[in-house]
């Protein structure tokens, strides 16, 4: 006899619970789960048949459609995943932007690294909400434009920050910094060479909502770098790297620096100023990114593609105007966004030859990363320490740090709800599962004390407001009042002196004038200086008569608030007393209305009975 196919019990995600870090199980250092979102494409056609429906703000239910594998020996009719937050197929791109990846740019600009990556089959929208379209910007535009936003005024001139190739930067003085200015201008033609073959419909330039961040440090200087870098076959490539047609990339070996941070040696950076700047960039980095054709999407991507914003701060000196020369003091934080490619079966896409090659290393560094996650969840959850396998594949070799407290980490399912797509969504549907579990280490960025007076910026532009003024007015011919006081000095240094000589007397006359010019000159001073203090304790004898006189105001109003108060507290009993009366005095009223009526009744039936005994 065939077996019914009962539904199972929904599952439902296992409570998660402060973990501590592997490594860190001594330290009571806070953490916070890596924030997995789901976010669902609408159907290709109207005709197409869902597996998956919307049930809450985070929950989404998966059904396997009769086409799927394994369908009639299954039991499993429904399950459901719970995310940090479910996006609908009629979710703007703004909504995603500024629950997801804006406190990622706003933990950038205190100087947090973070990390995000969208992840999915191929043709679930990853790439569109990455990078948009013509019409809908994605995230990372977006990020830039809230990035440049805020940084406007606190910009610093380019090439004072340089990068040294091993992950840092130094700061150059001002005229090093001119001087690579000028030798720039001599590529602009290079450059609009490269401009030229810009395509304008990779990243949008369309109008989006205005979005200026939190946390910005004013007595500090700002400068953005970009990288860009494609992980393709197990190799890194850089895509900003300056080559002739003939030459291909080169792969890049990933390192560490000597803080231990994980980049790729030799990597281009390049510095931009403007938000049309670093998508040219970015556009010029997409046109050497390898895409592919599949029977599941025209142009697949065939690589991982790591955009990473690097934001390099300094404070500024004394005077409100250089950075600070001092490479100690620079902070460096970055934000990552991942666009990882798309994992599928082999046998739905029909792969051949190298196509097939390149989706078995893709599929290969996907499951890595998903093992490196599970192991790191066991050892959180179980106390133990097993290696975790970073350097299986150079996706998660770079993000090691991250993993390891360096950052926030967020990603973003992306999801077809295609009833034919429905095996390769339940493997991704359980791969975000696990990620939630796994908690990451919140750092604590350390920035150097440099002692510096906070508000140097505002007080230098303050100052030199004031003087233009007083140069503007001085040059119209109007008076300029400003008490300076007396100049504190005795006057000019003692001439040379030779008393061996016919002219001792002479020169010993000169002398006694000259020091009974400075005892009245410092007599004149001490006077003004008594005649300062004076005056200063004067106004500061004043300003604590009008201290003492405010606070003994304050001390009168405090008690008349005081008894008001009181007094409407005996108020407010009097009325609870009245209150009561008069509930009192309701009763009884009743009572005797009560009374009444039954009266009235009695009266109207002693009435009845005589009327009664009149009439017989």
Same mark, same amino acid.
């Given at each position: 006899?065939?077996?019914?196919?009962?539904?199972?019990?929904?599952?439902?995600?296992?409570?998660?619970?402060?973990?501590?870090?592997?490594?860190?199980?001594?330290?009571?250092?806070?953490?916070?789960?890596?924030?997995?979102?789901?976010?669902?494409?609408?159907?290709?056609?109207?005709?197409?048949?869902?597996?998956?429906?919307?049930?809450?703000?985070?929950?989404?239910?998966?059904?396997?459609?009769?086409?799927?594998?394994?369908?009639?020996?299954?039991?499993?009719?429904?399950?459901?995943?719970?995310?940090?937050?479910?996006?609908?197929?009629?979710?703007?791109?703004?909504?995603?932007?500024?629950?997801?990846?804006?406190?990622?740019?706003?933990?950038?600009?205190?100087?947090?690294?973070?990390?995000?990556?969208?992840?999915?089959?191929?043709?679930?929208?990853?790439?569109?909400?990455?990078?948009?379209?013509?019409?809908?910007?994605?995230?990372?535009?977006?990020?830039?434009?809230?990035?440049?936003?805020?940084?406007?005024?606190?910009?610093?001139?380019?090439?004072?920050?340089?990068?040294?190739?091993?992950?840092?930067?130094?700061?150059?003085?001002?005229?090093?910094?001119?001087?690579?200015?000028?030798?720039?201008?001599?590529?602009?033609?290079?450059?609009?060479?490269?401009?030229?073959?810009?395509?304008?419909?990779?990243?949008?330039?369309?109008?989006?909502?205005?979005?200026?961040?939190?946390?910005?440090?004013?007595?500090?200087?700002?400068?953005?770098?970009?990288?860009?870098?494609?992980?393709? +076959? %197990? =190799?890194?490539?850089? !895509?900003?790297?300056?080559?002739? /047609?003939?030459?291909?990339? &080169?792969?890049?070996?990933?390192?560490?620096?000597?803080?231990?941070?994980?980049?790729?040696?030799?990597?281009?950076?390049?510095?931009?100023?403007?938000?049309?700047?670093?998508?040219?960039?970015?556009?010029?980095?997409?046109?050497?990114?390898?895409?592919?054709?599949?029977?599941?999407?025209?142009?697949?991507?065939?690589?991982?593609?790591?955009?990473?914003?690097?934001?390099?701060?300094?404070?500024?000196?004394?005077?409100?105007?250089?950075?600070?020369?001092?490479?100690?003091?620079?902070?460096?934080?970055?934000?990552?966004?991942?666009?990882?490619?798309?994992?599928?079966?082999?046998?739905?896409?029909?792969?051949?030859?190298?196509?097939?090659?390149?989706?078995?290393?893709? +599929? %290969? =560094?996907?499951?890595? !990363?998903?093992?490196?996650?599970? /192991?790191?969840?066991?050892? &959180?959850?179980?106390?133990?320490?097993?290696?975790?396998?970073?350097?299986?594949?150079?996706?998660?070799?770079?993000?090691?740090?991250?993993?390891?407290?360096?950052?926030?980490?967020?990603?973003?399912?992306?999801?077809?709800?295609?009833?034919?797509?429905?095996?390769?969504?339940?493997?991704?549907?359980?791969?975000?599962?696990?990620?939630?579990?796994?908690?990451?280490?919140?750092?604590?960025?350390?920035?150097?004390?440099?002692?510096?007076?906070?508000?140097?910026?505002?007080?230098?532009?303050?100052?030199?407001?004031?003087?233009?003024?007083?140069?503007?007015?001085?040059?119209?011919?109007?008076?300029?009042?400003?008490?300076?006081?007396?100049?504190?000095?005795?006057?000019? +240094?003692?001439?040379?002196?030779?008393?061996?000589?016919?002219?001792?007397?002479?020169?010993?006359?000169?002398?006694?004038?000259?020091?009974?010019?400075?005892?009245?000159?410092?007599?004149?001073?001490?006077?003004?200086?008594?005649?300062?203090?004076?005056?200063?304790?004067?106004?500061?004898?004043?300003?604590?008569?009008?201290?003492?006189?405010?606070?003994?105001?304050?001390?009168?109003?405090?008690?008349?608030?005081?008894?008001?108060?009181?007094?409407?507290?005996?108020?407010?009993?009097?009325?609870?007393?009245?209150?009561?009366?008069?509930?009192?005095?309701?009763?009884?009223?009743?009572?005797?209305?009560?009374?009444?009526?039954?009266?009235?009744?009695?009266?109207?039936?002693?009435?009845?009975?005589?009327?009664?005994?009149?009439?017989?």
């Amino acid at each position: 006899m065939k077996t019914m196919r009962q539904k199972t019990p929904i599952k439902v995600l296992p409570k998660i619970t402060p973990l501590q870090s592997r490594g860190n199980s001594g330290n009571n250092l806070q953490s916070d789960p890596v924030h997995v979102y789901c976010r669902v494409r609408p159907l290709p056609c109207e005709s197409d048949l869902s597996c998956l429906r919307v049930t809450a703000h985070n929950t989404v239910v998966l059904t396997p459609p009769e086409i799927a594998i394994n369908y009639k020996i299954t039991a499993l009719k429904e399950t459901q995943y719970i995310f940090k937050h479910v996006y609908e197929a009629s979710s703007s791109q703004h909504e995603v932007y500024s629950s997801v990846a804006q406190p990622l740019v706003e933990g950038l600009v205190r100087g947090r690294n973070g990390l995000l990556f969208t992840y999915g089959v191929t043709g679930s929208g990853k790439t569109y909400t990455m990078t948009g379209d013509i019409n809908h910007r994605g995230i990372m535009p977006r990020c830039l434009d809230a990035l440049f936003r805020t940084i406007a005024d606190f910009q610093a001139k380019k090439f004072v920050f340089k990068p040294d190739r091993l992950n840092g930067f130094d700061i150059l003085s001002e005229a090093d910094a001119m001087l690579e200015r000028q030798a720039e201008m001599h590529s602009k033609l290079n450059k609009a060479k490269r401009n030229k073959d810009i395509d304008p419909e990779i990243a949008s330039k369309a109008s989006v909502e205005p979005s200026e961040l939190n946390g910005i440090d004013e007595d500090n200087i700002y400068s953005v770098f970009i990288t860009y870098v494609e992980v393709y +076959n %197990n =190799s890194v490539y850089d !895509l900003l790297e300056e080559t002739t /047609i003939q030459k291909t990339l &080169q792969s890049k070996m990933v390192r560490e620096d000597a803080c231990r941070n994980m980049f790729v040696h030799g990597v281009t950076e390049v510095e931009v100023k403007t938000m049309d700047e670093a998508l040219e960039v970015f556009q010029f980095g997409q046109k050497r990114k390898r895409v592919g054709h599949t029977i599941l999407n025209a142009e697949s991507s065939r690589s991982h593609s790591v955009f990473t914003i690097r934001l390099v701060q300094a404070p500024i000196d004394k005077h409100g105007e250089h950075a600070v020369q001092d490479r100690n003091a620079v902070t460096i934080s970055q934000l990552s966004l991942v666009d990882l490619a798309g994992s599928e079966r082999t046998s739905r896409t029909g792969n051949t030859g190298q196509r097939l090659r390149e989706a078995g290393n893709i +599929n %290969n =560094s996907l499951m890595t !990363l998903r093992t490196c996650l599970e /192991i790191l969840r066991e050892n &959180q959850m179980t106390g133990s320490s097993k290696k975790v396998p970073y350097r299986d594949s150079k996706i998660t070799h770079l993000f090691k740090n991250y993993f390891d407290g360096e950052g926030q980490v967020r990603m973003i399912v992306c999801v077809n709800p295609r009833a034919e797509d429905y095996d390769e969504t339940a493997q991704v549907m359980k791969f975000a599962e696990m990620t939630q579990d796994v908690q990451i280490t919140r750092p604590t960025p350390v920035k150097v004390d440099m002692g510096l007076t906070p508000g140097r910026r505002k007080a230098n532009q303050l100052f030199k407001m004031a003087m233009n003024d007083i140069e503007k007015r001085h040059h119209e011919g109007g008076k300029i009042d400003v008490d300076l006081g007396l100049v504190y000095s005795l006057g000019p +240094n003692f001439p040379e002196l030779k008393m061996n000589g016919p002219e001792a007397q002479e020169i010993t006359k000169e002398l006694i004038k000259l020091l009974e010019m400075r005892i009245a000159k410092r007599r004149s001073l001490c006077d003004d200086y008594d005649a300062r203090q004076d005056r200063f304790r004067m106004n500061l004898l004043k300003i604590e008569k009008e201290n003492v006189a405010l606070k003994a105001e304050n001390a009168s109003i405090k008690g008349v608030l005081s008894q008001n108060r009181q007094k409407i507290k005996a108020m407010e009993n009097k009325i609870v007393i009245y209150e009561s009366s008069i509930d009192d005095l309701n009763r009884r009223n009743r009572t005797l209305e009560e009374r009444v009526r039954d009266l009235q009744t009695h009266l109207n039936q002693k009435t009845q009975m005589l009327n009664q005994k009149e009439i017989e």
